[in-house]
Protein backbone atom coordinates (compact mmCIF):
# COMPACT_ATOMS: atom_id res chain seq x y z
CA UNK A 1 0.00 0.00 0.00
CA UNK A 2 2.83 2.13 0.78
CA UNK A 3 4.15 1.30 -2.43
CA UNK A 4 1.30 2.75 -4.54
CA UNK A 5 0.84 5.56 -2.49
CA UNK A 6 4.46 6.53 -3.64
CA UNK A 7 3.72 5.31 -7.28
CA UNK A 8 0.91 7.53 -7.23
CA UNK A 9 2.74 11.09 -5.57
CA UNK A 10 5.22 10.41 -8.17
CA UNK A 11 2.87 9.87 -11.70
CA UNK A 12 0.77 13.33 -9.50
CA UNK A 13 4.47 15.25 -9.50
CA UNK A 14 5.45 13.98 -13.60
CA UNK A 15 2.09 15.12 -14.46
CA UNK A 16 2.16 17.79 -13.02
CA UNK A 17 5.77 19.06 -14.63
CA UNK A 18 4.27 18.00 -17.70
CA UNK A 19 2.05 20.55 -17.98
CA UNK A 20 3.84 23.39 -16.70
CA UNK A 21 5.53 23.06 -20.45
CA UNK A 22 6.02 26.12 -21.98
CA UNK A 23 2.94 27.70 -23.53
CA UNK A 24 4.81 30.48 -25.18
CA UNK A 25 6.71 29.16 -28.36
CA UNK A 26 10.30 29.37 -29.38
CA UNK A 27 9.80 32.39 -31.44
CA UNK A 28 7.53 34.00 -28.95
CA UNK A 29 10.40 33.25 -26.33
CA UNK A 30 13.02 35.19 -28.76
CA UNK A 31 10.63 38.11 -29.71
CA UNK A 32 9.99 38.87 -25.92
CA UNK A 33 13.85 38.68 -25.50
CA UNK A 34 14.72 40.58 -27.94
CA UNK A 35 12.34 43.61 -26.79
CA UNK A 36 13.93 43.33 -23.16
CA UNK A 37 17.29 43.64 -24.33
CA UNK A 38 16.11 46.75 -27.02
CA UNK A 39 14.88 47.99 -24.17
CA UNK A 40 18.06 47.68 -21.93
CA UNK A 41 20.19 49.10 -24.85
CA UNK A 42 17.55 51.97 -25.69
CA UNK A 43 17.90 53.00 -21.61
CA UNK A 44 21.20 53.32 -21.64
CA UNK A 45 21.56 55.06 -24.95
CA UNK A 46 18.88 57.83 -23.88
CA UNK A 47 21.59 58.21 -20.49
CA UNK A 48 24.33 58.50 -22.70
CA UNK A 49 22.84 61.29 -25.13
CA UNK A 50 21.42 63.22 -21.67
CA UNK A 51 24.72 63.18 -20.44
CA UNK A 52 26.64 64.24 -23.60
CA UNK A 53 23.88 67.22 -24.19
CA UNK A 54 24.54 68.09 -20.73
CA UNK A 55 28.08 68.40 -21.18
CA UNK A 56 27.65 70.00 -24.01
CA UNK A 57 25.14 72.90 -23.05
CA UNK A 58 27.17 73.42 -19.90
CA UNK A 59 30.22 74.11 -22.20
CA UNK A 60 28.65 76.31 -24.72
CA UNK A 61 27.00 78.49 -22.50
CA UNK A 62 30.46 78.88 -20.25
CA UNK A 63 32.59 79.72 -23.15
CA UNK A 64 29.62 82.27 -24.02
CA UNK A 65 29.96 83.78 -20.63
CA UNK A 66 34.01 84.08 -21.03
CA UNK A 67 33.62 86.08 -24.06
CA UNK A 68 30.82 88.16 -23.21
CA UNK A 69 32.90 89.24 -20.24
CA UNK A 70 35.96 90.07 -22.51
CA UNK A 71 32.92 92.21 -24.56
CA UNK A 72 32.04 93.99 -21.99
CA UNK A 73 29.33 96.80 -22.67
CA UNK A 74 31.29 96.89 -26.11
CA UNK A 75 28.64 98.87 -28.44
CA UNK A 76 30.85 97.13 -31.96
CA UNK A 77 28.91 96.20 -34.21
CA UNK A 78 31.64 92.84 -34.48
CA UNK A 79 29.94 91.87 -31.27
CA UNK A 80 26.50 92.21 -32.17
CA UNK A 81 26.68 88.74 -34.00
CA UNK A 82 28.21 87.29 -31.34
CA UNK A 83 25.72 88.40 -28.91
CA UNK A 84 22.44 88.05 -31.02
CA UNK A 85 23.88 83.91 -32.00
CA UNK A 86 25.40 82.94 -28.91
CA UNK A 87 21.61 83.47 -27.60
CA UNK A 88 20.20 81.55 -30.21
CA UNK A 89 22.72 78.72 -29.74
CA UNK A 90 22.40 78.29 -25.91
CA UNK A 91 18.14 78.49 -26.43
CA UNK A 92 18.73 75.81 -28.99
CA UNK A 93 20.56 73.90 -26.51
CA UNK A 94 18.25 74.65 -23.40
CA UNK A 95 15.50 73.53 -26.02
CA UNK A 96 16.73 69.97 -26.79
CA UNK A 97 17.40 69.75 -23.32
CA UNK A 98 13.71 70.60 -22.05
CA UNK A 99 12.57 67.98 -24.68
CA UNK A 100 14.65 65.49 -23.60
CA UNK A 101 14.06 65.89 -20.03
CA UNK A 102 10.42 65.59 -20.69
CA UNK A 103 10.83 62.77 -22.68
CA UNK A 104 13.73 60.97 -20.10
CA UNK A 105 10.53 61.62 -17.12
CA UNK A 106 8.01 59.65 -19.20
CA UNK A 107 10.22 57.25 -20.43
CA UNK A 108 10.95 56.17 -16.84
CA UNK A 109 6.77 56.29 -16.53
CA UNK A 110 7.33 53.58 -19.67
CA UNK A 111 10.32 51.53 -18.13
CA UNK A 112 8.15 50.97 -14.82
CA UNK A 113 5.08 49.69 -16.46
CA UNK A 114 7.52 48.11 -18.92
CA UNK A 115 9.53 46.14 -16.21
CA UNK A 116 6.05 45.29 -14.28
CA UNK A 117 4.63 43.72 -17.50
CA UNK A 118 8.26 42.04 -17.98
CA UNK A 119 8.06 40.62 -14.49
CA UNK A 120 4.24 39.20 -14.64
CA UNK A 121 5.01 37.59 -18.17
CA UNK A 122 5.93 33.72 -16.83
CA UNK A 123 7.71 32.18 -20.09
CA UNK A 124 6.81 28.79 -19.33
CA UNK A 125 2.51 29.66 -18.73
CA UNK A 126 2.16 32.63 -20.92
CA UNK A 127 0.61 31.93 -24.40
CA UNK A 128 1.46 33.44 -27.67
CA UNK A 129 -1.64 35.50 -27.60
CA UNK A 130 -0.87 37.02 -24.13
CA UNK A 131 2.15 38.10 -25.39
CA UNK A 132 1.98 39.19 -28.68
CA UNK A 133 0.00 42.47 -28.50
CA UNK A 134 2.00 44.07 -25.67
CA UNK A 135 5.31 43.00 -27.72
CA UNK A 136 4.43 45.03 -30.57
CA UNK A 137 3.17 47.94 -28.80
CA UNK A 138 6.65 48.07 -26.91
CA UNK A 139 8.56 47.46 -30.29
CA UNK A 140 6.51 49.99 -31.88
CA UNK A 141 7.18 52.46 -28.51
CA UNK A 142 10.63 52.04 -29.06
CA UNK A 143 11.30 52.32 -32.79
CA UNK A 144 9.65 55.94 -32.17
CA UNK A 145 11.92 56.71 -29.16
CA UNK A 146 14.52 55.77 -31.53
CA UNK A 147 13.85 58.12 -34.17
CA UNK A 148 13.09 60.96 -31.43
CA UNK A 149 16.70 60.24 -30.47
CA UNK A 150 18.40 60.16 -33.61
CA UNK A 151 16.96 63.60 -34.20
CA UNK A 152 17.96 64.68 -30.66
CA UNK A 153 21.49 63.76 -31.72
CA UNK A 154 21.56 65.31 -35.09
CA UNK A 155 19.83 68.69 -33.65
CA UNK A 156 22.47 68.54 -30.93
CA UNK A 157 25.06 67.90 -33.12
CA UNK A 158 24.54 71.19 -35.50
CA UNK A 159 23.67 73.27 -32.53
CA UNK A 160 27.05 72.22 -31.08
CA UNK A 161 29.25 72.96 -34.07
CA UNK A 162 27.19 76.37 -34.88
CA UNK A 163 28.12 77.43 -31.50
CA UNK A 164 31.81 76.46 -31.50
CA UNK A 165 32.19 78.10 -34.87
CA UNK A 166 30.52 81.17 -33.43
CA UNK A 167 32.90 80.89 -30.68
CA UNK A 168 35.97 80.30 -32.31
CA UNK A 169 34.87 83.35 -34.40
CA UNK A 170 34.57 85.59 -31.51
CA UNK A 171 37.96 84.38 -29.71
CA UNK A 172 39.65 85.71 -32.99
CA UNK A 173 38.17 88.96 -32.28
CA UNK A 174 38.50 89.56 -28.84
CA UNK A 175 42.03 87.09 -28.34
CA UNK A 176 42.44 84.28 -26.03
CA UNK A 177 42.34 84.96 -22.34
CA UNK A 178 45.01 86.79 -21.09
CA UNK A 179 48.57 85.38 -20.74
CA UNK A 180 49.26 83.84 -17.45
CA UNK A 181 51.80 85.73 -15.27
CA UNK A 182 55.09 84.74 -14.31
CA UNK A 183 55.23 82.17 -11.07
CA UNK A 184 57.26 83.85 -8.77
CA UNK A 185 60.27 82.27 -7.49
CA UNK A 186 59.48 81.21 -4.15
CA UNK A 187 62.71 79.49 -3.28
CA UNK A 188 64.88 80.57 -0.78
CA UNK A 189 68.30 80.48 -0.43
CA UNK A 190 69.51 78.05 2.43
CA UNK A 191 72.33 80.02 4.05
Do not use: H
Not at 60 to 73: H, L, T
Not at 75 to 88: R, V
Not at 132 to 161: H, R
Request: proline share 2%.
Amino acid sequence: MKNNFLVIVVLMIAMGLTSCKSKMSEKMKEDFNQVKSDWSLFSSDLASFGDTLKFNRDRISKADNKIMKKIGKSKDEKFNTFKSNSTTNETALNNLWNSYNTFQKSFADSTTAFNTWVSKIDTLKTPDKEVKGPIEIYKNFLSNSKTNLSQWNTDMSNAVDTAQKDIDDATKLVGTTAAPKAAKATKKKKK
